[in-house]
């Protein structure tokens, strides 16, 4: 089945950390950018960061600038959002996309399922 599984999230007071993992099943993601969506209830969907299919090059949203860290490891064929000194405002459902060619761009070939990040006061 060709899909991307999402593993990590769940809860975590403010400043904790969490990992996000995005797998690539039956397909390669070598050649797929890849985006970090996150939307919160009653508030529009945003991409939090991006990460290139070629070189690695990495995008993030201006409020999560330094505290979020996009990977990708394409033997693993797998995609990571590390997220540091976590605030409130980070709670949201988190989703990858898997995006062809180099940047996250245009149309999204493949969505991850969803993770539920929950940060307390």
């Known amino acids: 089945q060709v899909r991307l599984v999402q593993s990590g999230g769940g809860s975590v007071q403010s400043g904790g950390s969490l990992k996000l993992s995005c797998a690539a099943s039956?397909?390669?993601?070598?050649?797929?950018?890849i985006a970090w969506f996150r939307q919160a209830p009653g508030k529009e969907r945003e991409e939090v960061s991006c990460?290139?299919?070629?070189?690695?090059?990495?995008t993030y949203l201006e409020s999560v600038q330094g505290r979020f860290t996009a990977s990708r490891d394409n033997a693993k064929h797998t995609a990571y959002l590390q997220m540091d000194s976590l605030k409130s405002e980070d709670t949201a459902m988190y989703t990858c996309?898997?995006?062809?060619?180099?940047?996250?761009?245009?149309?999204?070939?493949?969505w991850g399922q969803g993770s539920q990040v929950t940060v307390s006061a």
């Open positions: 996309a898997a995006a062809p060619g180099y940047r996250c761009e245009g149309r999204y070939d493949y």
């Open positions: 039956g397909f390669t993601l070598d050649y797929y950018a």
């Open positions: 990460i290139t299919s070629a070189d690695y090059r990495t």
